[in-house]
């Protein structure tokens, strides 16, 4: 890893646009991503997440722009294994092709050594399986083996498309862990997720597309925004004015359609406790509420203008059952 | 490119196909060449089978496996590409191979060695198990002459050249199901059907530059089969017939196919 310059790991999406047939599946996209942290790739199901990745890989020719790595189009890569690892959705393997046969046909392609086949194979805890057919995985297991060949070229560039999806909460904390720990060699990590909270304990920066264009890209931290304090009180008038009285800073909302529920902005619960109790006000609910990053994420995304009448974009599908061998 | 075909060869041997289809191979190519074996030189129905004493009917006897060998590197070819996009490993070929061109030679490399060995053990377990029936009996069993060995290598070369027609198939028709069920279909049944029309129609010239027909040019010509005059091209013109074929179908496949998004 030393050898690699930080203009390496560069990521850049470059005005990337792609249209299939009526369907603007990407618009304009422009951002960047940088080595040694978890970059969370998010934005709703259709939102052009899949389709970008496969832009960035080669798989898919934008209509315009450009996707480069290290500055150079995934094609014109010398040894794209050994530069790239990606993990995409609608990978498939040979049901019939046990895990390590698998690894070991990537590895003769890329001219990768055999022996590094069973390295991988342990650093996805997949050794157990390495002899079994692939047919027999479970969805979790076949993720595993994803990441599993996208580690194989011990790659600078890791581009992974909803990888938590079919992994168990064990499987999730351990992805998390491993994730954080390549972005810690100074690898570029860029993770795709349709949900929020399953990447925000992983990454460092956030990239939020929806309808194919970019809606915010910022640190983690930036849209996370000051903690919220819930409150349920019989008397949420008295309440409200005992709040602007004590600190008029503090931003009070109520909850449509909840009587009495509010939501507390720039506060810890200790505080409005305490203004509470000073105020002789009756409370039935007291807690703080991490901001939610789910909502923020809702918010952003809703910003743009409603999608249009037509079906989404056939890229986000989801791959066809697994079949039986051939 | 040696790495690719490397790599094709080990996705081959890392799946059961390969020996699915070729106990197949070996199944039929047992029936095919004791039934040629032994009605040689009978009279069915008022026609009499080639004589054993004719070389050209125990050229036919020892290559009676290609008949239903050439099927199965058919189907072979196919799954290669087809079975790719059937399931999804496409993507991680062409995520190692992003300049795509190398993809159908690497596989038509492959499966020119595969096939030819499907093709080998036809013939060779023709010989195995023709040449004694033919001894006992009391025909000659000509294996060193009467253009027995170059019968039997270009019945194996035949066979393998059917691979490419089935990756060229498998590349055009993404679908593997749809694309076998064509393949085969017209293979064993739409194009023999049609140039035995041709030939009952007196058009064997256009007949002869058919794939099967092409193929019997270049294993076994049976001048007279169904009781029809038939026409056959030199050898060596059936197999560079075999070869266009290939060629037409792997090159339109790897240019319209190749180039699309693999989404």
Redesign the interface.
Known sequence: MARSSEAEGLVVVDHLTKRFGAVLAVDDLSFAVQPGRVTGFLGPNGAGKTTTLRMLLGLVAPTSGRATIGGVRYADLADPLTAVGACLEATGFHAGRTARDHLRVLATTAGIRIGRVDEVLDLAGLRPAATRRVGGFSLGMRQRLALASALLGDPRVLLLDEPANGLDPQGIAWLRGFLRYLAGQGRTVLVSSHVLSEVQQTVDEIVIIARGSLVRQAPLADLEGPPTVVVRTPAPAELTAALARADPSLTVTEVPGEEGLLHIGGAAPADVGRIAHGAGVELHELYGKPSDLEEVFLAVTAETPPPPAEAPPPTEAPPPPAEATA | MS??I??EL??VR????WWGLLLAVVGLTLVGVVANAVIAGMEISGQAAGSLDDPATIRRIYTAGVGTTYLFTLALGV?SMA?EF????I?????????RTPVVPAKAVCLLIVGFGYGLVSVLLGVLVGAPIVALRGGHARLLGDGVPRAIVLAAVAVALWGLIGLGVGTLIRN?IIALLTAIGVAFLAEPLLSLVLNAVHAGRFAQYLPTQATAALTSPAPAAGGLTTMYLPWWAGGLVLLAYAVIFGTLGAVITLRR???
């Open positions: 790495r690719l490397l790599a080990l996705k890392t799946t059961r196909l799954i079975g059937r399931h999804q490993t993507t991680a070929t062409l995520l190692a191979t992003p300049r593997q998004d693999v989404t």
